[in-house]
Each structure stands twice: as C-alpha cells, then as structure tokens.
C-alpha cells in the first residue's frame, strides 16, 4: 500500500468516526440541525401531551419514519449482498466481467478487497443505524401510547423529557444512517486511487457539514428553535 494510500485511508477513518460526534454538539459553539432538532422535537412531544387525546397524526408521522428507515435497510442489504459477491471473484475476472471497475495501474489482490471492505464496512454501519432505528421508533411508538390522557393528574415537563429522551435519540440514529451513505460514495472512490479517496472523503465531509449547519434548512430550523425558545421563556 502507497503512503498516500495510507494516509487517505487515516483522513478517511477520522472524518467517518469523528464528524457525527462532533455534529451532535462536542464541537464548541456547534449549534447545526442534529443540535437544533433536539428542541423542536421536545416540542412535539408537548404538544403530543397537551393537545387533544388525538395521536393518529403523530403515530402517521412515526410510522412514515419508520418506513423510510426499513426502505433504506432493505437497500443497504441487497447493495451489502451484491458487493460482497465480489469478494469471491479474482480482480481481473470481476474487472473483465463488469463487477468492478478496471483500476489505473495493477494494484495487488488484498488492496482490492480492502477497499470494497470499506464500502461494505460504510454500508453494514449504515445498516445496523437503520435497523436500530425502527426498533427505537416502535419503542416511541409505545412510549406515546402509554402517556397519560389530559384528564389525568401528571407532570407536563417530566413526561415532555422523558417522552423526548426516547425520540431523539431514535431519530437522530435515523438521519445517522442516510449519512452514512456520504461516507459510503467517499470510500468507493478509493477505486479510482488515492487521491479520489482522498478528494472524496474531503468533499462528502464539508458537504455534510454545510448542509447539517449552513443551508437554508438549517437556518429555517434554527429560526424554528428560536421562535421555541422564545415561547418556553415565556411559560
């Protein structure tokens, strides 16, 4: 394996495991839509609690979540089965065949492999974030059910956190795997060399990062936690 290889390879590692971290607020001063959303949620889950004893709406909304989060499971899986097909395949005899693409210069069979094992690695993390989700969801889903009716003595903050505790991390593991795909278009161009894996990893993080904390949905969302803000203060 080349230096450059190795060292697109480390960049790679740390942007994959890092930026989600640091997206999610260990960053200082981070405030993007995985930190914003954070309130908006929270607020659902109040108005879940003191609007009318009607959760049909909010359990259509779960369930559309819950869908697209099997859909994207569903895909991941096939892509993983296919993918690893290849790894049974000698590189000229798959190249030959259309499985993968023919490389620049020969590279050895190992280095081949490696790299669809980081696309499927990308995929099956992907993967285990979806399914994950839904079971999150279908305990969301219950935890709503089983929240007290506006006829009953209860405590609205208490039930408002606790009802928020087990959303947001279901769906943040939800938009934590349609991330992932970012990481997986980064690790595929390895296939074209080094520096495409190198310009590819670069380019999905700073796309990700601007999309999670400098496009107009973020800015919306964040004009949303304000006016939120705004109200609880006034409570």
Partial sequence: MATLDIVAFVVFVIFWLGLEPLMGGLW????????DMRTVRRAWMREVL????????D??????????????GSANLLILVGLGGTLFVDPPVA?????????TTPVPTWLVHAKVLLVLATLTRGLSDFIWAVRQLNYCLAAIGASPSRSEERDIDAWTDALAAVL???LRTFSAGVRSYYFTFAAAAWIFGPTAFLVGTLF??????WRQTYSDTAKGVKAIKRLL?????TR
């Fill in 59 to 72: 359990a259509a909304i779960i369930g559309h979540v819950i869908n697209s989060a099997s859909f994207f």
């Fill in 95 to 103: 190249v030959e065949n259309g499985l993968i693409l023919a490389m």
């Fill in 28 to 35: 200082p001063g981070s405030n993007g839509i995985v930190v």
């Fill in 229 to 233: 803000d705004a109200q609880e203060d």
């Fill in 168 to 170: 947001n991390p279901a």
């Fill in 50 to 57: 003191t609007r009318d004893n009607n959760f049909i709406g």
């Fill in 204 to 209: 999905s993080s700073c796309l990700l990062f």
